[in-house]
């Protein structure tokens, strides 16, 4: 295979829109909160067990989160749990018309 063989696609910065999903924008932002969950449990080095004891949110919430499985999550709820981890949560909205 040559280079001239592969097609180069820019994304458009959110792989749910990039596929087609009709609710792609707060499928990235529970995305984004889910991941700095996870980066705060890194950084603290705790496991899903030490989170639950820290602040009260089920170890099986954690798990779920490091799992990306957020069907259960709302943007609030993760929001939430970023707070009992010390953390502040600042949010941007834009508003524009539907492409």
């Given at each position: 295979m040559s280079d001239d063989d592969i097609e180069l696609v820019h994304?458009?910065?959110?792989?749910?829109?990039?596929?087609?999903?009709?609710?792609?924008?707060?499928?990235?932002?529970?995305?984004?909160?889910?991941?700095e969950i996870a980066r705060v449990l890194d950084s603290?080095?705790?496991?899903?067990?030490?989170?639950?004891?820290?602040?009260?949110?089920?170890?099986a919430d954690f798990s779920r989160v490091r799992g990306a499985r957020l069907e259960r999550f709302t943007l609030d709820r993760l929001m939430g749990i970023l707070g009992k981890l010390g953390q502040e949560v600042e949010l941007s909205v834009s508003v524009r018309p539907a492409a």
């Amino acid at each position: 295979m040559s280079d001239d063989d592969i097609e180069l696609v820019h994304g458009s910065g959110n792989v749910f829109r990039d596929f087609g999903r009709a609710d792609a924008d707060l499928l990235q932002a529970k995305a984004l909160l889910a991941a700095e969950i996870a980066r705060v449990l890194d950084s603290r080095g705790w496991t899903t067990r030490q989170a639950e004891d820290a602040t009260g949110v089920s170890h099986a919430d954690f798990s779920r989160v490091r799992g990306a499985r957020l069907e259960r999550f709302t943007l609030d709820r993760l929001m939430g749990i970023l707070g009992k981890l010390g953390q502040e949560v600042e949010l941007s909205v834009s508003v524009r018309p539907a492409a």
